[in-house]
């Protein structure tokens, strides 16, 4: 009697050195990593964020040194810079919201935890945080 039933497939570990090059990531992964890399950046800015919102709220002339940092610059950072990182903390941001909602989705509905919902809702959250990273930052640079 001949086995005529196709052979199972054998998954070995990744060769960094050989197979990182060519390996594919699923979008689901790639949306992970990068919430966790969101996460972060959030982290690391976070002085960034207190200086911001200690000079935006503390005086009227503090108030316009804070509009002025992102025309003029501040310090040795040119202002295009410093709306580099804002921007860089908006979707950093909107993306760990969006990736962390899909999360909370995922634990309170436990039918939705499979292939399909995985890939599908990673494309959405990735859309609607870029959609928005990119209306926030055409205000930001002053595009409307």
């Known amino acids: 009697m001949t086995d005529t039933t196709k052979k199972r497939p054998e998954f070995r570990n990744i060769n960094p050195i ?7 990531l699923p979008v689901a992964a790639k949306l992970s990593i990068l919430h966790r890399a969101s996460g972060l950046v959030m982290f690391f800015l976070l002085p960034f964020v207190i200086w911001l919102l200690d000079t935006s709220i503390s005086s009227e002339f ?9 025309n003029t610059g ?8 410093i709306k ?16 962390g909602l899909r999360h909370i989705w995922m634990d309170v509905s436990h039918k939705s935890v499979n292939k399909e919902f995985g890939k599908n809702s990673a494309i959405a959250c990735f859309a609607i945080s870029l959609a928005l990273t990119a209306i926030l930052g055409a205000k930001l640079f002053g595009l409307y």
């Open 62 to 70: 503090s108030y316009a040194r804070f509009t002025a940092a992102f």
């Open 74 to 81: 501040a310090g040795i950072f040119a202002g295009w810079f």
């Open 18 to 24: 050989s197979d990182l090059t060519t390996y594919r």
């Open 84 to 99: 580099l990182a804002v921007l860089a903390l908006i979707w950093a941001y909107l993306h760990h919201f969006c990736a």
